[in-house]
């Protein structure tokens, strides 16, 4: 060690530390592990902190037990199911867990599958629902040349990113004052020959609200009866299907509702998982065309996988039946509906404050929205709160509801598990102070339009 010249120097003196790292080049040479990994370290110290993050829907805490599996297990490839036998079974465990979760007829008949987050199971759900349609028009002799996918204007991005990427028309059903989220009453204007599956949205991204998938399922029911169309429905269960299921059981959303043919949700999300992983779970073997299906090698026999993935972590999958053993249905009751409460307590704070309207109140997903009184002030907008916020740490988003609406800004806070009461008191206090102090204001912000980059 001793010829090592770095060895005496303390850290910010050494060579490759004290000059620029290159950005867009490989360096020539090397640099020890403790200079490399002090850069890496501080430059990701200038990200947000992640529990401050009221954006992320994603799980930013788990204990310090999930953290010892995961540094234990981050050397596992989910796709090696013969090398990794046990975690390949731990993934078989967690979706069927799911599934009766989701009340599904018969387990026995039902498949799923871990994915990296939701976006690949809905890309998973979207294509069996084309391969399906495109199964039966074939049969009847019939072109297939353009499926169409229905959902609300306020899906998320994935869904714009399927129908881009697989070449489906989407068919968006407009958020409206009369019709703030998709409810089935629209549909007929819809639905054709062409339709291959209608999304409905468990917790819209934009404000936290459940679809009403029962009356979705009811109105195609009706459109059957009347034009023999059977459409089937997707539930984009991303984070409602990790929350439904505890806090509103009596809700019938899920396999109970016979057209639900596939549910997918992020284990990373309300799953309480670090990201990524996801899940899809389909009702029986049928509602998921054979053909998409890859076998591979497995303990001499043979697995049946899909996935636009090859190589993924498998510790997540490991974590995320951690989590289904460690709370069960009591522990997971409780987490939700202690973030529900604090998602309630922080939405009633904030209608008090004078300035706002909220859009929601945490009470489907512990997730709000609020916008501005109209009329309120010309002084500022969300935006600028937004900013102040940051200010303090916290990141809370100001973004445009979709298409229709767009002139509306809204914000938006997601509670998760570690969003203490304490916490949730500091932050009613910053927005209260912030508020305030915009108000005061005796010339107008500088005006400011919507931020890019925001991902609903
Ligand atoms: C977050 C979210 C997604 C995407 O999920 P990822 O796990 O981030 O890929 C899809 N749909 C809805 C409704 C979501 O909230």
């Known amino acids: 060690m001793l010829h090592d010249p770095n060895v005496l120097k303390p850290t910010y003196t050494r060579a490759g530390v004290r000059t620029a790292a290159p950005r867009f080049t490989i360096p020539d040479g090397e640099m020890d592990p403790t200079s490399a990994y002090q850069m890496v370290h501080d430059e990701a110290m200038l990200d947000g902190n992640a529990r401050l993050n009221l954006a992320t829907f994603v799980a930013t805490w788990m204990g310090d037990q999930a953290d010892r599996l ?12 013969d090398e990794y036998p046990r975690t390949a079974a731990i993934e078989e465990h967690c979706w069927h867990i799911l599934g009766s979760l989701w009340n599904v007829p018969d387990v026995e008949d039902s498949i799923g599958t871990s994915t990296i987050g939701s976006s690949e199971a809905c890309m998973l759900g979207g294509l069996a629902f084309k391969r399906r349609w495109q199964l039966a028009r074939r049969a009847a ?3 297939t040349e353009k499926p169409n996918l229905i959902m609300s204007s306020a899906v998320q991005v994935c869904w714009e990113k399927f129908c881009n990427y697989f070449e489906v028309e989407p068919r968006y059903v407009p ?20 339709t291959i599956g209608v999304v409905a949205i468990m917790g819209v991204t934009y404000t936290g609200m459940y679809e009403p998938v029962k009356e979705i399922a009811a109105a ?12 089937p429905i997707h539930v984009d269960g991303a984070s409602g299907a990790m929350i439904a299921p505890f806090l509103q059981p009596e809700v019938e959303w899920d396999f109970r509702l016979e057209r639900v043919h596939s549910i997918s949700t992020s284990g990373h999300k309300y799953g309480l998982v670090y990201p990524g992983v996801g899940w899809i779970v389909w009702r029986t073997l049928d509602a998921l065309p054979d053909e998409l299906i890859f076998r591979v090698s497995y303990l001499g026999g043979d697995m049946p ?37 604090v998602a309630k307590y922080i939405a009633k704070g904030i209608s008090e404050i004078g300035a706002f309207d909220l859009w929601s109140d945490g009470s489907d997903i512990p997730v709000f929205a609020w916008q501005l009184k109209p009329g309120y002030t010309d002084k500022w907008n969300l935006y600028h709160l937004s900013d102040r916020l940051r200010m303090k740490g916290w990141l809370v988003p100001a973004y445009p509801m979709p298409d229709n609406m767009s002139d509306i800004t809204v914000q938006r806070v997601v509670v998760r598990n570690g969003l203490s009461r304490d916490l949730a008191d500091d932050l009613l206090d910053d927005i209260r102070v912030e508020t305030a102090w915009l108000d005061a204001l005796e010339t107008p912000m500088p005006t400011q339009g919507q931020k890019p980059g925001f991902h609903h």
């Open 70 to 81: 995961y540094a234990e297990t981050y050397d596992k490839n989910m796709v090696d199911k």
């Open 141 to 143: 002799g019939k072109s």
């Open 175 to 194: 958020v409206t004052d009369e019709h703030p989220m998709l409810d089935g009453s629209q549909l007929e204007q819809y639905v054709d020959e062409n």
């Open 220 to 231: 195609l029911d009706a459109l059957q009866a009347k034009t023999g169309f059977d459409v």
């Open 305 to 341: 996988t899909l996935a636009l993935n090859f190589s993924r972590p498998g510790a997540q999958v490991l974590l995320q039946y951690y989590q289904f053993l460690r709370l069960g249905r009591e522990g997971y009751t409780a987490i939700q509906q202690e973030s529900q409460d």
